[in-house]
């Protein structure tokens, strides 16, 4: 697989591949057709596959998502793009209580082949309703997988994958980098006996405390000093770039963790 300088291309690369090799899939969300997608994933894919394929919506993410649910279990594979996945609250109904139980509630007899993307976190003064992090809501969710690729290359690789997966995955487009990496972290922190954990989201119930939590089940007497985490401030984020910055994790803020750990007071 090639690499990519662009994230973008490489999303778009990804979903226009496995478009080519199976015409059950298809895109839909708002402005994903005419405008390109609001982050031009999607430029160039209504001219290739056609308005059936690539579908504009209305702003109605409860009734798209239902929709491609009911696709999903009759034989289609729906990419739903969410705008933002803030607005993903809107169809979290549908997500939660319809594609992520239907394989349990039908007994194994429908899967529910489905994706759900778009963008997620902080973008830059978007205001506190559009700046949020709700990976670690989904990921609590028997059902279904949660996938934050940190790279371009692995974007391509981990969204042909979900694409790919009978069940509904939650495919996050972010800043945000978690990953399965168990072993290499739990390997890391017998090494340097410290661990210092970074995470754009609100500190309580997060994916960070989740690691905190193996790490300390699976290495603790290999640690040197309590685990720390640099969150998100645990409020909605503000509009004020100074207030921004006073909220997210920053590399000055890093720093300072890091020092804590090694013990080092200047």
Not at 67 to 96: C, H, K, R, W, Y
Request: a negative charge; one cysteine or more.
């Amino acid at each position: 697989m090639r690499q990519f300088s662009i994230f973008r291309e490489a999303l778009r690369e990804a979903l226009s591949e496995e478009m080519r090799k199976n015409e059950n899939i298809y895109l839909m969300g708002e402005e994903v057709a005419q405008y390109n997608g609001a982050y031009k994933v999607s430029q160039g894919m209504l001219d290739e596959f056609g308005d059936k394929r690539v579908i504009d919506t209305p702003i109605a993410e409860l009734g798209f998502a239902g929709i491609s649910a009911g696709a999903a279990m009759n034989g289609l594979i729906p990419i739903v793009e969410f705008m933002t996945f803030n607005f993903s609250l809107v169809a979290i109904d549908q997500i939660i209580n319809g594609a992520a139980k239907i394989l349990s509630m039908s007994g194994g007899q429908f899967s529910c082949p489905i994706v759900f993307r778009g963008p997620t976190g902080n973008a830059g003064q978007l205001g506190a309703q559009h700046s949020q992090n709700f990976e670690n809501w989904y990921a609590n969710c028997p059902g279904l997988k949660v996938v934050i690729p940190s790279t371009p290359y692995n974007a391509k690789g981990l969204l042909k994958a979900a694409i790919n997966d009978p069940d509904p995955v939650i495919f996050m487009e972010s800043e945000v980098m978690y990953g399965d990496k168990g072993d290499v972290l739990i390997n890391s922190v017998k090494k340097t006996n410290r661990l210092v954990i970074v995470e754009e989201a609100w500190p309580l119930a997060s994916i960070s405390s989740e690691i905190t939590f193996n790490v300390q089940k699976n290495a603790f007497d290999h640690l040197d000093a309590p685990i720390l985490r640099v969150t998100c401030a645990d409020v909605p984020l503000p509009y004020a770039p100074t207030l921004i910055a006073a909220s997210l994790p920053n590399a000055e803020k890093v720093v300072k963790a890091v020092k804590e750990v090694m013990y080092v007071n200047k």
